[in-house]
Protein backbone atom coordinates (compact mmCIF):
# COMPACT_ATOMS: atom_id res chain seq x y z
CA UNK A 1 0.00 0.00 0.00
CA UNK A 2 1.61 3.23 -0.86
CA UNK A 3 0.96 6.41 1.37
CA UNK A 4 -1.85 8.46 -0.04
CA UNK A 5 -0.50 12.15 1.05
CA UNK A 6 2.52 13.76 -1.02
CA UNK A 7 5.54 14.09 1.04
CA UNK A 8 6.54 16.96 3.61
CA UNK A 9 8.99 19.44 1.91
CA UNK A 10 12.20 19.24 4.28
CA UNK A 11 13.07 21.74 6.88
CA UNK A 12 15.29 25.06 5.72
CA UNK A 13 18.41 23.36 6.50
CA UNK A 14 17.66 20.09 5.38
CA UNK A 15 18.74 18.22 8.29
CA UNK A 16 18.89 14.72 7.24
CA UNK A 17 18.70 11.27 9.70
CA UNK A 18 19.71 7.79 8.63
CA UNK A 19 18.45 4.89 9.52
CA UNK A 20 20.27 1.45 9.34
CA UNK A 21 17.76 -2.06 10.35
CA UNK A 22 14.51 -3.60 9.36
CA UNK A 23 11.84 -2.81 7.27
CA UNK A 24 9.43 -5.09 7.08
CA UNK A 25 5.35 -5.93 5.44
CA UNK A 26 3.13 -5.96 8.39
CA UNK A 27 -0.33 -7.77 7.47
CA UNK A 28 -2.75 -6.44 10.47
CA UNK A 29 -6.11 -7.91 11.12
CA UNK A 30 -8.55 -6.37 14.14
CA UNK A 31 -10.67 -8.78 16.27
CA UNK A 32 -13.41 -8.40 18.76
CA UNK A 33 -11.68 -10.58 20.90
CA UNK A 34 -8.36 -12.64 20.90
CA UNK A 35 -8.82 -16.22 19.82
CA UNK A 36 -8.70 -19.10 21.54
CA UNK A 37 -6.12 -22.15 20.65
CA UNK A 38 -7.83 -23.56 18.12
CA UNK A 39 -10.63 -21.45 17.52
CA UNK A 40 -11.77 -19.69 14.30
CA UNK A 41 -12.55 -16.08 14.02
CA UNK A 42 -13.28 -13.27 12.33
CA UNK A 43 -11.79 -10.14 11.55
CA UNK A 44 -13.68 -7.12 12.12
CA UNK A 45 -10.78 -4.89 9.54
CA UNK A 46 -7.69 -5.89 7.67
CA UNK A 47 -4.41 -3.94 6.77
CA UNK A 48 -1.50 -4.47 4.30
CA UNK A 49 1.19 -1.94 4.75
CA UNK A 50 4.64 -1.46 5.82
CA UNK A 51 6.24 -1.96 8.64
CA UNK A 52 9.46 -2.60 11.14
CA UNK A 53 11.45 -0.16 13.99
CA UNK A 54 13.12 1.42 11.28
CA UNK A 55 10.87 2.09 8.39
CA UNK A 56 7.90 3.08 10.54
CA UNK A 57 10.48 5.85 12.63
CA UNK A 58 11.61 6.94 9.32
CA UNK A 59 8.56 7.52 7.73
CA UNK A 60 7.51 9.89 10.92
CA UNK A 61 10.61 11.67 10.68
CA UNK A 62 10.08 12.28 6.84
CA UNK A 63 6.33 12.91 7.30
CA UNK A 64 7.93 15.76 10.38
CA UNK A 65 9.88 17.41 7.30
CA UNK A 66 13.43 15.72 7.91
CA UNK A 67 15.54 14.32 5.04
CA UNK A 68 15.23 10.35 6.24
CA UNK A 69 17.66 8.09 4.25
CA UNK A 70 17.28 4.01 5.11
CA UNK A 71 19.77 1.43 5.13
CA UNK A 72 18.17 -1.55 4.73
CA UNK A 73 17.42 -5.00 3.01
CA UNK A 74 14.88 -6.50 1.39
CA UNK A 75 13.75 -9.23 -1.28
CA UNK A 76 12.60 -8.64 -4.86
CA UNK A 77 9.21 -9.70 -3.70
CA UNK A 78 5.76 -8.71 -4.17
CA UNK A 79 6.35 -7.12 -0.29
CA UNK A 80 10.03 -5.48 -0.85
CA UNK A 81 8.43 -3.95 -3.97
CA UNK A 82 5.41 -2.50 -1.92
CA UNK A 83 7.94 -1.44 0.76
CA UNK A 84 10.06 0.62 -1.25
CA UNK A 85 7.19 2.35 -2.53
CA UNK A 86 5.66 3.36 0.42
CA UNK A 87 8.60 4.82 1.73
CA UNK A 88 9.74 6.49 -0.99
CA UNK A 89 5.82 7.88 -0.91
CA UNK A 90 6.83 9.63 2.22
CA UNK A 91 10.31 10.94 1.33
CA UNK A 92 11.97 8.09 2.16
CA UNK A 93 15.71 7.91 0.49
CA UNK A 94 15.15 3.75 -0.35
CA UNK A 95 18.75 4.34 -2.78
CA UNK A 96 20.63 2.38 -0.17
CA UNK A 97 18.34 -0.07 0.71
CA UNK A 98 19.62 -3.74 -1.32
CA UNK A 99 17.34 -5.69 -3.08
CA UNK A 100 18.11 -9.44 -3.06
CA UNK A 101 17.15 -11.29 -6.20
CA UNK A 102 16.68 -14.16 -4.00
CA UNK A 103 15.20 -15.31 -0.66
CA UNK A 104 11.63 -12.99 1.13
CA UNK A 105 11.49 -9.69 2.59
CA UNK A 106 10.86 -9.88 6.08
CA UNK A 107 6.98 -9.44 7.14
CA UNK A 108 4.49 -9.36 10.15
CA UNK A 109 1.41 -11.03 11.11
CA UNK A 110 -0.07 -8.60 13.91
CA UNK A 111 -3.35 -9.13 15.68
CA UNK A 112 -5.04 -5.99 17.18
CA UNK A 113 -7.62 -6.64 20.09
CA UNK A 114 -10.28 -3.76 19.70
CA UNK A 115 -11.80 -4.79 22.97
CA UNK A 116 -8.26 -5.25 25.06
CA UNK A 117 -6.48 -2.76 23.02
CA UNK A 118 -3.52 -5.01 22.42
CA UNK A 119 -1.38 -6.01 19.59
CA UNK A 120 0.11 -9.25 19.28
CA UNK A 121 3.09 -9.54 16.44
CA UNK A 122 4.47 -12.49 15.25
CA UNK A 123 7.60 -11.46 13.17
CA UNK A 124 9.30 -13.42 9.96
CA UNK A 125 13.11 -12.10 9.29
CA UNK A 126 13.97 -11.67 6.02
CA UNK A 127 16.32 -13.83 4.68
CA UNK A 128 19.07 -13.48 3.67
CA UNK A 129 19.84 -11.29 6.44
CA UNK A 130 21.85 -7.95 5.60
CA UNK A 131 25.35 -8.00 5.93
CA UNK A 132 28.05 -5.40 5.21
CA UNK A 133 29.11 -8.06 2.78
CA UNK A 134 25.84 -6.21 0.59
CA UNK A 135 27.52 -2.93 0.56
CA UNK A 136 30.83 -1.53 -0.83
CA UNK A 137 32.83 0.63 1.51
CA UNK A 138 32.25 3.42 -0.18
CA UNK A 139 28.21 3.16 -0.60
CA UNK A 140 27.94 2.99 3.00
CA UNK A 141 30.02 5.96 3.43
CA UNK A 142 28.02 8.21 0.93
CA UNK A 143 24.80 6.89 3.02
CA UNK A 144 26.57 9.15 5.87
CA UNK A 145 26.85 12.27 3.84
CA UNK A 146 25.40 15.09 5.46
CA UNK A 147 23.59 13.28 8.24
CA UNK A 148 22.99 15.20 11.11
CA UNK A 149 22.03 12.03 12.96
CA UNK A 150 22.18 8.17 12.73
CA UNK A 151 19.81 6.06 14.02
CA UNK A 152 20.08 1.76 14.52
CA UNK A 153 16.92 -0.38 15.84
CA UNK A 154 19.51 -3.50 16.73
CA UNK A 155 18.70 -5.16 13.76
CA UNK A 156 21.57 -6.62 11.50
CA UNK A 157 23.90 -6.11 13.86
CA UNK A 158 26.73 -6.83 12.26
CA UNK A 159 26.35 -4.10 9.37
CA UNK A 160 25.18 -1.85 12.13
CA UNK A 161 28.08 -2.07 14.05
CA UNK A 162 30.27 -1.09 10.65
CA UNK A 163 27.68 2.18 10.07
CA UNK A 164 28.06 3.31 13.34
CA UNK A 165 31.91 2.97 13.38
CA UNK A 166 31.86 5.43 10.52
CA UNK A 167 29.40 7.47 11.89
CA UNK A 168 31.69 7.88 15.18
CA UNK A 169 34.88 8.21 12.45
CA UNK A 170 32.85 11.65 11.36
CA UNK A 171 31.36 12.44 14.86
CA UNK A 172 27.96 12.00 13.62
CA UNK A 173 25.80 11.55 16.96
CA UNK A 174 24.17 7.66 17.54
CA UNK A 175 20.60 7.11 18.59
CA UNK A 176 20.06 3.03 19.56
CA UNK A 177 16.95 2.04 20.09
CA UNK A 178 17.26 -1.05 23.44
CA UNK A 179 14.32 -2.79 23.02
CA UNK A 180 16.11 -6.31 21.92
CA UNK A 181 19.90 -7.35 20.89
CA UNK A 182 21.28 -10.15 19.83
CA UNK A 183 24.84 -11.15 21.41
CA UNK A 184 27.14 -7.99 20.94
CA UNK A 185 24.32 -5.65 21.18
CA UNK A 186 26.40 -4.12 23.72
CA UNK A 187 29.25 -2.83 21.21
CA UNK A 188 26.62 -0.48 19.80
CA UNK A 189 25.57 0.73 23.10
CA UNK A 190 28.63 1.47 23.70
CA UNK A 191 29.14 3.84 20.43
CA UNK A 192 25.39 5.51 21.42
CA UNK A 193 25.00 9.19 22.10
CA UNK A 194 21.21 8.62 22.61
CA UNK A 195 19.28 5.68 23.73
CA UNK A 196 15.41 4.83 23.76
CA UNK A 197 14.50 1.46 25.63
CA UNK A 198 11.29 -0.44 25.81
CA UNK A 199 10.20 -0.53 29.33
CA UNK A 200 11.86 -3.79 30.83
CA UNK A 201 15.10 -3.00 29.19
CA UNK A 202 16.63 -1.20 31.23
CA UNK A 203 16.26 -3.28 34.38
CA UNK A 204 17.27 -6.22 32.38
CA UNK A 205 20.47 -4.92 31.09
CA UNK A 206 21.58 -3.36 34.11
CA UNK A 207 20.11 -5.94 36.71
CA UNK A 208 19.27 -2.98 38.92
CA UNK A 209 16.34 -3.37 41.48
CA UNK A 210 14.55 -0.17 40.16
CA UNK A 211 13.80 1.84 37.20
CA UNK A 212 15.49 5.07 38.22
CA UNK A 213 18.62 3.04 39.59
CA UNK A 214 18.70 1.25 36.01
CA UNK A 215 19.18 4.65 34.31
CA UNK A 216 21.82 5.93 36.24
CA UNK A 217 23.44 2.68 36.07
CA UNK A 218 23.13 2.68 32.01
CA UNK A 219 24.77 6.33 32.27
CA UNK A 220 27.69 4.96 34.70
CA UNK A 221 28.33 2.23 31.95
CA UNK A 222 28.17 4.04 28.83
CA UNK A 223 30.19 7.21 29.43
CA UNK A 224 29.29 8.46 25.70
CA UNK A 225 25.71 8.35 26.59
CA UNK A 226 24.02 12.04 26.79
CA UNK A 227 20.62 10.73 27.61
CA UNK A 228 18.35 7.60 28.24
CA UNK A 229 14.67 7.42 28.05
CA UNK A 230 12.05 4.39 28.60
CA UNK A 231 8.95 4.50 27.24
CA UNK A 232 6.47 3.24 29.57
CA UNK A 233 2.99 3.42 27.25
CA UNK A 234 0.13 5.10 28.56
CA UNK A 235 2.05 5.42 31.72
CA UNK A 236 4.24 7.89 29.20
CA UNK A 237 8.11 8.11 29.64
CA UNK A 238 10.93 8.39 32.35
CA UNK A 239 14.09 10.15 31.04
CA UNK A 240 17.78 10.52 32.84
CA UNK A 241 19.96 13.25 31.10
CA UNK A 242 23.21 13.98 32.17
CA UNK A 243 24.87 17.25 33.01
CA UNK A 244 28.21 18.58 33.44
CA UNK A 245 28.42 20.93 35.88
CA UNK A 246 31.77 22.95 37.52
CA UNK A 247 32.14 22.42 41.02
CA UNK A 248 29.29 19.59 41.14
CA UNK A 249 30.30 18.82 44.47
CA UNK A 250 28.25 21.53 45.71
CA UNK A 251 25.45 19.78 44.63
CA UNK A 252 23.51 18.23 47.29
CA UNK A 253 23.19 13.93 46.87
CA UNK A 254 19.56 13.11 46.28
CA UNK A 255 18.50 9.38 45.64
CA UNK A 256 16.91 8.98 42.62
CA UNK A 257 14.23 6.75 43.50
CA UNK A 258 12.83 9.25 45.78
CA UNK A 259 13.18 11.95 42.97
CA UNK A 260 11.24 10.07 40.38
CA UNK A 261 8.39 9.77 43.42
CA UNK A 262 8.56 13.40 43.91
CA UNK A 263 7.91 14.48 40.44
CA UNK A 264 5.42 11.60 39.81
CA UNK A 265 3.36 12.98 42.73
CA UNK A 266 3.62 16.17 41.08
CA UNK A 267 1.91 15.07 37.33
CA UNK A 268 -1.53 16.80 36.98
CA UNK A 269 -3.84 13.36 36.06
CA UNK A 270 -6.81 16.14 35.04
CA UNK A 271 -4.57 17.05 32.10
CA UNK A 272 -5.08 15.13 28.87
CA UNK A 273 -2.66 16.21 26.86
CA UNK A 274 1.04 15.22 26.96
CA UNK A 275 3.25 17.16 29.81
CA UNK A 276 7.00 17.31 31.16
CA UNK A 277 8.26 16.80 34.27
CA UNK A 278 11.73 17.74 35.19
CA UNK A 279 14.17 17.93 38.05
CA UNK A 280 16.45 20.58 38.78
CA UNK A 281 20.33 19.68 37.99
CA UNK A 282 21.19 17.31 41.07
CA UNK A 283 23.38 14.90 42.02
CA UNK A 284 21.52 11.76 41.56
CA UNK A 285 22.63 8.58 43.74
CA UNK A 286 21.53 4.74 43.18
CA UNK A 287 22.06 2.93 45.87
CA UNK A 288 24.85 0.27 45.57
CA UNK A 289 25.53 1.60 42.06
CA UNK A 290 27.00 5.36 42.64
CA UNK A 291 25.65 8.52 41.51
CA UNK A 292 26.11 11.22 38.68
CA UNK A 293 25.10 14.27 37.63
CA UNK A 294 22.18 15.01 35.95
CA UNK A 295 18.23 16.38 35.38
CA UNK A 296 15.36 13.48 35.74
CA UNK A 297 12.25 14.18 33.86
CA UNK A 298 8.93 12.78 33.45
CA UNK A 299 6.95 12.63 30.63
CA UNK A 300 3.19 11.88 30.56
CA UNK A 301 1.36 10.14 27.60
CA UNK A 302 -2.00 11.63 26.08
CA UNK A 303 -4.94 10.61 28.03
CA UNK A 304 -6.78 9.09 24.24
CA UNK A 305 -10.75 8.88 24.97
CA UNK A 306 -11.38 4.89 24.49
CA UNK A 307 -13.29 5.73 21.33
CA UNK A 308 -10.84 7.55 19.51
CA UNK A 309 -7.91 4.44 20.52
CA UNK A 310 -7.39 1.45 17.71
CA UNK A 311 -4.63 0.25 17.81
CA UNK A 312 -0.33 0.90 19.61
CA UNK A 313 0.77 -0.56 16.93
CA UNK A 314 4.49 1.03 16.06
CA UNK A 315 3.72 3.90 18.86
CA UNK A 316 7.39 3.66 19.91
CA UNK A 317 8.32 3.82 16.26
CA UNK A 318 6.68 7.04 15.98
CA UNK A 319 8.07 8.46 19.64
CA UNK A 320 11.89 7.26 18.20
CA UNK A 321 10.55 9.21 14.84
CA UNK A 322 9.78 12.24 16.95
CA UNK A 323 12.93 12.50 18.92
CA UNK A 324 15.21 12.03 16.24
CA UNK A 325 13.39 15.41 14.80
CA UNK A 326 13.75 17.25 18.17
CA UNK A 327 17.38 16.45 18.20
CA UNK A 328 17.85 17.22 14.35
CA UNK A 329 15.92 20.41 15.14
CA UNK A 330 17.25 21.33 18.66
CA UNK A 331 14.30 21.04 20.42
CA UNK A 332 14.24 21.94 23.89
CA UNK A 333 14.24 18.36 26.03
CA UNK A 334 11.00 19.66 27.92
CA UNK A 335 9.03 20.30 24.49
CA UNK A 336 11.02 16.85 23.11
CA UNK A 337 8.87 14.71 25.34
CA UNK A 338 5.06 15.74 25.39
CA UNK A 339 5.73 16.35 21.32
CA UNK A 340 7.12 12.76 20.72
CA UNK A 341 4.11 11.15 23.07
CA UNK A 342 1.70 13.50 20.89
CA UNK A 343 2.83 11.80 17.47
CA UNK A 344 2.73 8.03 19.09
CA UNK A 345 -0.84 9.38 20.68
CA UNK A 346 -1.94 10.83 16.91
CA UNK A 347 -0.36 6.99 15.67
CA UNK A 348 -2.64 5.06 17.90
CA UNK A 349 -5.57 6.22 15.62
CA UNK A 350 -5.07 4.47 13.01
CA UNK A 351 -4.84 0.83 12.39
CA UNK A 352 -1.36 0.26 11.58
CA UNK A 353 2.04 1.86 12.00
CA UNK A 354 1.76 4.01 9.75
CA UNK A 355 -1.74 5.75 8.94
CA UNK A 356 -2.22 7.48 11.48
CA UNK A 357 1.28 9.21 11.55
CA UNK A 358 0.78 12.88 11.54
CA UNK A 359 2.61 15.39 9.04
CA UNK A 360 4.26 18.59 10.37
CA UNK A 361 1.22 20.73 9.30
CA UNK A 362 -1.19 18.67 11.75
CA UNK A 363 -3.40 21.47 13.85
CA UNK A 364 -2.15 18.80 16.69
CA UNK A 365 1.67 19.72 16.62
CA UNK A 366 0.84 23.30 16.39
CA UNK A 367 1.43 23.85 19.64
CA UNK A 368 4.92 22.37 19.92
CA UNK A 369 6.14 23.27 16.29
CA UNK A 370 4.42 26.86 15.53
CA UNK A 371 5.51 28.21 19.02
CA UNK A 372 8.66 26.34 19.90
CA UNK A 373 9.33 26.87 23.43
CA UNK A 374 6.24 27.99 24.72
CA UNK A 375 5.15 24.58 25.75
CA UNK A 376 6.61 25.27 28.89
CA UNK A 377 7.64 22.20 31.39
CA UNK A 378 7.14 22.02 34.97
CA UNK A 379 10.06 22.37 36.85
CA UNK A 380 9.90 20.63 40.23
CA UNK A 381 12.85 20.65 43.07
CA UNK A 382 12.32 17.69 44.92
CA UNK A 383 15.00 18.69 47.85
CA UNK A 384 11.65 21.54 48.77
Not at 259 to 278: E, F, G, H, Y
Not at 314 to 336: K, Q, W
Request: charged share 20%; glycine share 8%; proline share 7%.
Amino acid sequence: MVSSHQPVPPLLGHPTVVGCGGASMDYLVMVDDFPKPDEKIRSTSYKVQGGGNVGNALTCAARLGLRSRIIAKVAEDSEGRAMLEELEADGVDTSFTVVSKEGRSMFSYVIVDSKMKTRTAIYQPGCPPMTPDDFTVEKLSSALDGARLVYFDGLSLKTALVVAGEACLRNIPILVDAEMGEEGFDNLLNMADYAICSAKYPQAWTMAPSMPSALVSMLMRLPKLKFVVVTLGEEGCIMLQRTHVANDDKLEEIDVDECLASLNQRKDCSVASPTCISSPVLKLKARGIGSLTGRLLVGTAEKIPPSELIDTTGAGDAFVGSVLYALCTDMPTEIMLPFAAQVASSCCRDLGARMGLPHRTDPRLEPFLGQKGKMGETSYDPRQ
